[in-house]
């Protein structure tokens, strides 16, 4: 017994059969189409999917946006290329033919982590840098997702009234300092254009300025690591995404949250599942709900 999971986010678009002892295989990536168009997501899909036929009994997604009722809506469109509307759960049981469960991508996250963690801990934040930055709560062990399926979209708490605009409409949101987008936006000079992979890249180099949009970056995961923590009595911080397990990021963030007075601390742990957060946490979310 199969479960197919998906995880769409603003870059890449990736998939796994995961099976009944939670092993993943059969990985495959593409990336995200940067279009307001849905044709093109429908398509991506349609390829993704199709290595899969025959395989699962179930699709179960994990993806960026606000999640409700199956269909997604972009709180940062600019994320997905301007596309702020998709029926994501119709379209994949139109093309699998099998029943579908979506789940927003950090959320997801959050579940899987959580799950590594409960031995230890009950109360969990996921934070995902990545083409934005979202999150995920569990507390008392039961994932929060809220009435608005909201809960969790700690990238547009605000940072810096003096920030730049989000694409959400606020003004100085964490995501328009700290994500992925926000560091290859910041970028001047000889970093003009680049994106966040290759700022790192040159940073690890030595580059003054690369370094200073990652320290930036860092500085508003730690902030809003620590309002978490007043926010929800979190015992812990998982970090993902492809800029929170960057090499040394997670140290940054962690050292600034030192800098804070003792009642913010909070361990900050690297994702046990790390890509693949998203993918398992929706297979576990999945299997969860059906119990
Ligand atoms: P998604 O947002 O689709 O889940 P990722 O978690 O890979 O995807 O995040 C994409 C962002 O991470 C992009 O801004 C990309 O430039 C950046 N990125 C990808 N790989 C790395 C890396 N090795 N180090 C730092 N940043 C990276
Ligand atoms: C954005 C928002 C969240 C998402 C987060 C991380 C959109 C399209 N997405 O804040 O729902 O969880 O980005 O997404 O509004 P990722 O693509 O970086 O994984
Ligand atoms: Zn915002």
């Known amino acids: 017994m199969y479960t197919l999971a998906i995880d769409l986010g603003g870059t890449k678009l990736s998939a796994a059969l995961i099976g009944e002892k939670h092993d993943i295989t059969q990985r495959r990536e593409l ?16 390829e993704l999917t199709g290595h899969y036929q025959g395989k699962a009994h179930r699709v179960a997604v994990a993806s960026t946006g606000i999640i409700a009722n199956g269909v997604l809506t972009a709180l940062n469109p600019d994320n997905l290329g301007g596309l702020n509307h998709f029926p994501l759960q119709a379209c994949l049981e139109k093309l699998t033919g099998l029943p579908c469960l979506v789940l927003n991508d950090a959320q997801a996250a959050a579940w899987a982590e959580y799950c590594l963690l409960s031995d230890r801990f009950r109360h969990v934040t996921f934070i995902t840098v990545s083409t934005g930055v979202g999150g995920g709560s569990v507390i008392a062990g039961r994932l929060l997702t809220g009435p608005h399926h909201f809960a969790g979209h700690i990238g547009h708490i605000q940072a810096d009234p003096h920030g730049p605009i989000c694409g959400c409409g606020r003004t100085g949101c964490v995501e328009a300092i700290a994500s ?5 936006a910041g970028a001047k000079h000889d970093l003009r254009g680049k994106d966040a992979r290759a700022i790192f890249a040159r940073a690890e180099q030595g580059h003054l300025q690369a370094r200073q949009l990652i320290a930036r970056s860092a500085e508003a995961i730690a902030q809003l690591s620590a309002s978490l923590k007043a926010l929800l009595d979190t015992e812990c911080i998982v970090l993902g995404g492809s800029i929170g397990l960057a090499p040394g990021y997670r140290e940054q963030v962690e050292e600034l949250l030192t800098r804070l007075p003792p009642a913010f601390h909070l361990p900050v742990y690297p994702a046990r599942y790390r890509h693949d957060a998203g993918l398992m946490g929706a297979a576990l979310w999945c299997e969860y709900c059906a119990t």
């Open 31 to 46: 990336p995200t189409p940067a279009s307001a168009s849905p044709q093109s997501l429908e398509y991506a899909l349609a």
């Open 180 to 184: 992925g987008r926000a560091i290859a």
